[in-house]
């Protein structure tokens, strides 16, 4: 059996750390990624925070979509924290489905501890995910406040079907340690942008 290629990965000597993922378009990076990365290192008390930039969102359409290359540029432009790494895994990977994303890389590094970071405005649509179920029973979620989606916190199917599992977000330092499904909910993240805000406005 090959032995499996962790040079993929951005950082080395990744055992025992605690490594927040935060998967997207990036189409293109913003502000509001940097507060939920920077908030997140603080408050979930992370070694590193990973941006996976996706090759194709599979449920964005490709029209619109800048290229690959092109994501990645912008988000180091934006990104100067030593501490989040800008990364193509998912095309190395050859993965489109977050699903796969998390279990690839749970499964070569499982002596990592990860957890996913989204905000809440993904939060609302996650139970549109393919296989959204089994993504949160491999790994611990951090949700963050965006405004005008502070409500699907409460009423979203994801959020209503782990109901159990949330934990007070005084213990987000404990997140990581716990096994999954577990996640909580950070008020602490207020930045409006959005990329398609931004996109629309350029045009």
């Known amino acids: 059996m090959a032995k499996p290629d962790l040079n ?3 950082q080395d ?13 990036f189409n293109p990076a913003h502000a509001a990624h940097l507060e939920i990365s920077l908030v997140a290192l603080e408050k979930l008390k992370l070694d590193a925070v990973w941006w996976l930039v ?6 964005k359409p490709p029209e619109g979509m800048a290229s690959l290359k092109e994501r990645m540029t912008s988000a180091r432009a934006i990104c100067a924290d030593p501490e989040i790494y800008v990364t193509d895994l998912e095309e190395k990977m050859n ?10 890389i749970t499964s070569l590094l499982p002596d990592t501890q990860f957890v996913w970071l989204m905000g809440a405005d993904n939060l609302a649509e996650f139970s549109h995910w393919k296989d959204w179920k089994k993504i949160a029973q491999t790994i611990v979620f951090a949700i ?6 502070s409500t699907a916190v409460e009423t979203s199917d994801t959020a ?5 599992q949330r934990i007070p977000s005084a213990q987000a330092a404990d997140l ?13 993240t207020k930045n409006p942008l959005s990329s398609t805000e931004i996109r629309r406005k350029k045009l």
Not at 176 to 188: E, G, H, M, V
């Open 8 to 10: 993929i990965f951005p």
């Open 13 to 25: 000597n990744l055992s025992g750390k605690k490594i927040g993922l935060l998967g997207g378009s």
């Open 54 to 59: 996706s090759p194709q969102n599979p449920l």
């Open 95 to 104: 993965v489109r489905y977050t699903v796969d994303t998390v279990a690839r």
């Open 144 to 149: 963050f406040d965006r405004p005008g989606y």
């Open 160 to 164: 209503a079907y782990f109901l159990d």
């Open 176 to 188: 990581c340690s716990l096994k999954p499904p577990a996640w909580t909910f950070i008020r602490d």
